[in-house]
């Protein structure tokens, strides 16, 4: 069995047309993307209220005829924004997204959590109920909309987030009970600087919690840095251990998407053949 393995489009960097990049992951052996539709083509517009089914399909053909899929759209939006008015406009921008998203050829919506504070430096104060609690409500919200579109809202837990362990991914989806909920596992994400040297114990964890409703894998790596805080580093550069997260998803979950995050040049094919290797030995 072949990995499946995508990149976030918007870490090809350099390419000013959708064609261009959509030949480029293809021409690295890539079979997917996570399309975040401002940070690829920020000079087209994609404000709310800006897509149609025919915008929608013309980028997803560009990416079809290249055997490339939009395997989903991110749109990660301050949904608990202190400001109720703009925290409603991040909530339209995602449903917007929701309603669109099978015109891309695409199934999935992707998010975090946000923040509690408008500034989204890291705070505690994420860590408190009511955050989580506001993130329900606004997550409940979005998945109604899913609901009536048949497309599926994919939570990713986050460190600087109200939902940031997969505990609290858990709770999320037992008080939502939908199936149009469903998550992206970032293995990083889940890791601090008091549990990274426990990762087997943690995947393991996070896998017998949220396995069955796992839709996309994020693929990025990490060091601990002078300040003993986790640091985000391209594929196969850092700590992360592959080898236990391969062991969980391979049986589980045969031809996940997994796509490459913070990964940039010079570092993409290093990372690919890293992950590839990694996966062939699982």
Same mark, same amino acid.
């Given at each position: 069995? =072949?990995?499946?393995?995508?990149?976030?489009?918007?870490?090809?960097?350099?390419?000013?047309?959708?064609?261009?990049?959509?030949?480029?992951?293809?021409?690295?052996?890539?079979?997917?993307?996570?399309?975040?539709?401002?940070?690829?083509?920020?000079?087209?517009?994609?404000?709310?209220?800006?897509?149609?089914?025919?915008?929608?399909?013309?980028?997803?053909?560009?990416?079809?005829?290249?055997?490339?899929?939009?395997?989903?759209?991110?749109?990660?939006?301050?949904?608990?924004?202190?400001?109720?008015?703009?925290?409603?406009?991040?909530? =339209?921008?995602?449903?917007?997204?929701?309603?669109?998203?099978?015109?891309?050829?695409?199934?999935?919506?992707?998010?975090?959590?946000?923040?509690? /504070?408008?500034?989204?430096?890291?705070?505690?104060?994420?860590?408190?109920?009511?955050?989580?609690?506001?993130?329900?409500?606004?997550?409940?919200?979005?998945?109604?909309?899913?609901?009536?579109?048949?497309?599926?809202?994919?939570?990713?837990?986050?460190?600087?987030?109200?939902?940031?362990?997969?505990?609290?991914?858990?709770?999320?989806?037992?008080?939502?009970?939908?199936?149009?909920?469903?998550?992206?596992?970032?293995?990083?994400?889940?890791?601090?600087?008091?549990?990274?040297?426990?990762?087997?114990?943690?995947?393991?964890?996070?896998?017998?919690?949220?396995?069955?409703?796992?839709?996309?894998?994020?693929?990025?790596?990490?060091?601990?840095?002078?300040?003993?805080?986790?640091?985000?580093?391209?594929?196969?550069?850092?700590?992360?251990?592959?080898?236990?997260?391969?062991?969980?998803?391979?049986?589980?979950?045969? /031809?996940?998407?997994?796509?490459?995050?913070?990964?940039?040049?010079?570092?993409?094919?290093?990372?690919?053949?890293?992950?590839?290797?990694?996966?062939?030995?699982?």
């Amino acid at each position: 069995m =072949e990995l499946n393995l995508g990149i976030r489009a918007h870490d090809i960097q350099g390419q000013e047309t959708i064609d261009g990049l959509a030949k480029e992951i293809a021409g690295k052996g890539l079979t997917a993307v996570q399309l975040a539709l401002g940070k690829s083509f920020p000079d087209l517009n994609t404000s709310v209220g800006s897509l149609s089914p025919g915008l929608a399909r013309h980028i997803g053909d560009q990416f079809k005829k290249n055997d490339v899929q939009i395997a989903v759209l991110g749109c990660y939006i301050h949904m608990i924004h202190p400001d109720k008015e703009k925290r409603q406009s991040e909530l =339209e921008r995602f449903k917007e997204h929701i309603r669109f998203a099978r015109d891309f050829g695409c199934s999935i919506v992707g998010t975090e959590t946000g923040n509690v /504070h408008e500034k989204t430096a890291y705070t505690e104060d994420n860590f408190e109920e009511q955050p989580f609690l506001d993130v329900v409500e606004s997550v409940r919200e979005l998945v109604e909309e899913a609901e009536k579109f048949g497309v599926i809202v994919a939570i990713e837990a986050g460190i600087n987030h109200p939902v940031h362990t997969a505990q609290k991914l858990r709770r999320l989806i037992d008080l939502i009970d939908s199936p149009n909920l469903q998550v992206i596992l970032d293995p990083a994400n889940l890791l601090d600087p008091y549990n990274y040297e426990r990762q087997e114990e943690v995947f393991q964890e996070a896998m017998d919690l949220l396995g069955d409703h796992i839709v996309i894998m994020h693929a990025k790596d990490f060091i601990i840095d002078e300040n003993g805080w986790v640091k985000m580093v391209p594929v196969g550069t850092g700590l992360l251990n592959y080898d236990a997260v391969f062991k969980l998803i391979k049986p589980k979950k045969p /031809h996940l998407n997994v796509l490459l995050e913070a990964t940039q040049e010079p570092h993409i094919d290093a990372s690919i053949e890293f992950l590839r290797k990694k996966y062939a030995e699982a």
